[in-house]
Nanobody
């Protein structure tokens, strides 16, 4: 059984930083595209960032460019999202996900087959 576990969320003041981690168990995802998505209350799930299987290509939604960085540790089946200069509008539940199509770096949730349960990020003073 495949399982993702996200961690690192919490409450942070505007301008602060958090580092989200995602660990996978049950299989190796070293050849999968990995992504981070978020969902705020009353809103649809939104793409945040994705990274190719070898870490060579990253994509970001415009609203987080220059503030967030996605990375992965293939040897340990881990994916990270470093979030700096956080804003209240970044408040959401953040999910990691895996896309078995390693040829693309997808931004659409429907491309991703495996999802974690999410971790809450709240940016508030």
């Amino acid at each position: 059984q495949v399982e993702f576990v996200e961690s690192g969320g919490g409450l942070v003041q505007p301008g602060g930083s958090l580092r989200l981690s995602c660990t996978a168990s049950g299989r190796t995802f070293s050849r999968y595209t990995m992504g981070w998505f978020r969902q705020a209350p009353g809103k649809e799930r939104e793409f945040v960032a994705s990274i190719s299987w070898n870490g060579g290509t990253m994509r970001y939604v415009d609203s987080v460019k220059g503030r967030f960085t996605i990375s992965r540790d293939m040897a340990n089946n881990m994916v990270y999202l470093q979030m700096n200069s956080l804003k209240p509008e970044d408040t959401a539940v953040y999910f990691c996900a895996a896309d078995p199509n390693w040829r693309t770096v997808a931004v659409v949730p429907g491309h991703y087959d495996y999802w974690g349960q999410g971790t809450q990020v709240t940016v508030s003073s």
